[in-house]
């Protein structure tokens, strides 16, 4: 009760430096469980892309130029290569506009039972079932549970991709990663749809049969797979590869950048918050100086004084932290919810992000009134009890 009532003597000055916590936290909040998505869709990429190889075109690489079918049987001719799947993937253009925060809505087509069962990263079903060879030449698909959601789709619903109807025959669980803005149809079909996209001088010139988007391959157990991608690279026509190691390392770099910028924010809460309750306790020790007097006169201890203005200072930290965290949250649960009907899901907001958004205010709160509360505990009680 006693330290309820020293912070409401000064209710506006207290307001404002628990207003102080409370928009730095908010920022953390915010920003923190933004990097919490990026985390999981990067997470779910290299969870993907372990101990695969990705090969694609490296003419030009950044164009992300089709490869030829036959390719992936010189793949498959090599050494240490267990199987070969090859892959199409286009973007759909039907999707409204949305963005969805990680990668566009795909469109992905690979034969069924390619891998051989080596495929580690699983996607279950939430209804219906998934594509098998005998839907090779059908119009089905598989949708994401972003998909499902922004489009309302169930088991046995049409769905619309490139002017073309498909049947609804499944539906994914969410994984909160790119499986969830996917639709996957048969090969062929989505090899027809790459076919599509060619320009018509190229398009003359190929048949949709023969083309590939990019493979992905299968070490055998116990090859290199590092030593496997530079075989594919050296000894098949205009391939890069790409292992679960340069991908890892490739996202790295992007999320350092990302995870800097949310510890800068920490800093920024750190500094202007850590200074506001600074000059609240040192302004609230001024006003107690012959209070604190006389209390160290009738026999309180150095300790007792310090311990005290610390907990008043982490209690400070601790109502801005819980009011910073409340408005974080509805501003993360109000923009996902916004952004649900379309599939843009930006931010992820965990148990551990809220307890450490909570404990850094209180901790920040604490080391902040230290130094006032050292100086209340070196007053000399005599001249203490002379203050007016």
């Known amino acids: 009760m006693r330290l309820l009532r020293n912070l409401s003597r000064r209710k506006l000055r207290t307001g404002l430096t628990v207003a102080g916590i409370t928009i730095g936290i908010w920022a953390l909040v915010v920003f923190s469980a933004m990097a919490n998505k990026i985390d999981a869709l990067a997470d779910g990429g290299s969870r993907y892309y372990a101990d695969k190889v990705l090969v694609s075109d490296g003419t030009v690489s950044s164009f992300g130029l089709p490869m030829r079918l036959d390719a992936g049987d010189e793949i498959a001719a090599l050494d240490g290569v267990a199987a070969v799947v090859p892959t199409v993937s286009v973007v ?117 049969s023969e083309l590939v988007s990019e493979f992905m391959v299968y070490p055998a157990p116990g090859v290199d797979v590092e030593a496997l991608a530079r075989e594919i690279e050296a000894k098949v026509d205009h391939a890069k590869a790409m292992t679960g190691a340069e991908f890892d390392q490739t996202v790295g770099a992007s999320l350092a950048i990302f995870n800097a910028i949310v510890i800068g924010i920490g800093l920024i809460s750190l500094i202007v918050g850590g200074l506001s309750i ?111």
């Not at 009738?298 to 982490?314: C, F, K």
């Not at 993360?332 to 919810?337: D, G, I, L, R």
């Not at 958004?357 to 709160?365: D, E, H, K, R, S």
């Open 92 to 208: 759909e253009l039907g999707g409204g506009g949305a963005v969805n925060l990680g990668s566009p809505e795909q469109i992905l087509g690979a034969p069924a039972g390619a891998d051989q069962g080596r495929e580690q990263f699983l996607v279950r079903l939430t209804a219906g079932r998934d594509l098998t060879a005998a839907d090779e030449g059908t119009n089905v698909a598989v949708v994401g549970s972003d998909i499902a959601r922004k489009r309302g789709l169930r088991v046995g619903d049409t769905i619309e991709l490139r002017g073309r109807a498909f049947t609804v025959v499944g539906v994914r669980e969410p994984t909160l990663t790119a499986p969830d803005s996917t639709i996957s149809v048969p090969f062929t079909v989505a090899q027809q749809l790459l076919h599509g996209d060619l320009p018509p001088i190229v398009r003359d010139q190929v048949a949709a």
């Open 278 to 388: 600074v000059n609240t306790m040192a302004m609230a020790v001024a006003e107690r100086t012959r209070e604190i007097g006389i209390r160290r006169a009738i026999g309180a201890g150095r300790l007792r004084i310090v311990r005290e203005v610390v907990v008043e200072a982490g209690m400070i930290g601790l109502i801005g932290g819980l009011c910073g965290l409340a408005l974080g949250a509805v501003v993360v649960t109000v923009a996902n919810e916004l952004g649900r009907p379309s599939g843009t899901i930006m931010f992820d907001l965990t148990l551990g992000t809220s307890a450490f958004a909570v404990g850094f205010a209180m901790i920040l709160g604490m080391a902040a009134g230290l130094v006032p509360a050292w100086t209340a505990a070196r007053l000399d009680p005599v001249e203490a009890l002379r203050h007016e």
